[in-house]
DNA sequence: TTGGAATGTCAACAACACTGACGTATTATT
DNA sequence: AATAATACGTCAGTGTTGTTGACATTCCAA
């Protein structure tokens, strides 16, 4: 039952790969994303923020000045999702929003001072469990993590991606 | 701002971390999760089911007979929650709710056919994915993966996972 | 028999996503 | 100059999933 349905495949050099493996993997990303997720909720609970706020915060300080269509297509949400969530950075004194000067219909967004303190401290208590994670895997194993996570993305969601990984940097 | 802190360490035998490398896990762990849950998420808003329903499912295929109380520890969330949803799979005729022998407040939950169909389709959606990803990295780097996926896990949760891998696999 | 554990149910609420519709600038196109 | 398209914001409604709190029932065990 958890064997035995790809072995003609092996011959023609593929991995092969039992039910029990790939179930393994995905029961994983349900625990590991829990944990991922875990230690910043405890922080935004605090301040009556949510996930969305973080993600927001998150990818307003990779692209600072980006626009409210871009972090859409980033975030992957409609824009009354994001409009929401964004108000409340707003009023909050934690992102700025600024009209474009080449084309006023544009909002630019960036993070006040404020902004960047929240920002740091979810992503130091992301990190700080990322860390310690790679250091119990090791170097190769975080190499394969990272591979694997990248074969996993919607071609689209991975362009973006990688834009933020090889674009962009300051 | 990206490099410089933790050098001393690195004399100490331990991995030297960019910043930037654990943005990166943290962004491929967003962008990947995304991927994860999207061919499920397709079949399921057909049937007008959620992502709760998938997991319910999943856990209740993979430790038939478990009871709810199993089951919300698993799943970590409260009996509202969880009940809401098994309740709609029971009236839907997918799971099966049977009173305990040895102890009769228990009540002991099995998928029907019908489920188990259901339950198959979306763990199939989700395997293509992970398949296809595993086999575009290759096996070392599946074997990174879920090392550093285990380290991330909060211990509790880590229990689970380890339960469900290790025992009651008839 | 009393206390506690397991389960279930009701109600209220909040976060976060969605759709659809509408309005307002601003820019691009014809 | 008129029209279309784009970027953004907002209002209203809906759905899923999670939370608390309160309360009843059933059963086991001391």
Same mark, same amino acid.
């Given at each position: 039952m958890t064997q035995g349905q790809s072995r003609s495949e092996n011959t023609r050099g593929l991995l092969f790969l039992t039910d029990e493996q790939l179930r393994k993997g995905i029961e994983a990303m349900f625990f590991a994303y829990r944990g991922f997720t875990a230690d910043p909720d405890r922080i935004l609970a605090e301040k009556s923020y949510g996930r969305a706020h973080h993600r927001a915060l998150h990818f307003i300080h990779r692209?600072?000045? *980006? *626009?409210v269509n871009n972090l859409l297509a980033t975030l992957g949400v409609t824009k009354q999702s994001l409009n929401r969530v964004l108000r409340t950075l707003i009023e909050d004194g934690l992102v700025l929003n600024e009209v474009g000067i080449?084309?006023?219909r544009e909002r630019h967004l960036t993070l006040t001072d404020a902004g960047a303190d929240l920002e740091s401290a979810l992503s130091n208590a992301q990190s700080d469990r990322m860390r310690s994670a790679y250091r119990q895997a090791g170097a190769d194993a975080v190499y394969g993590f990272c591979t694997v996570l990248e074969a996993m993305m919607d071609p689209e969601l991975k362009e973006h991606y990688e834009h933020l990984t090889g674009g962009e940097q300051q």
């Open positions: 692209s600072p000045g *980006t *626009t080449r084309d006023k």
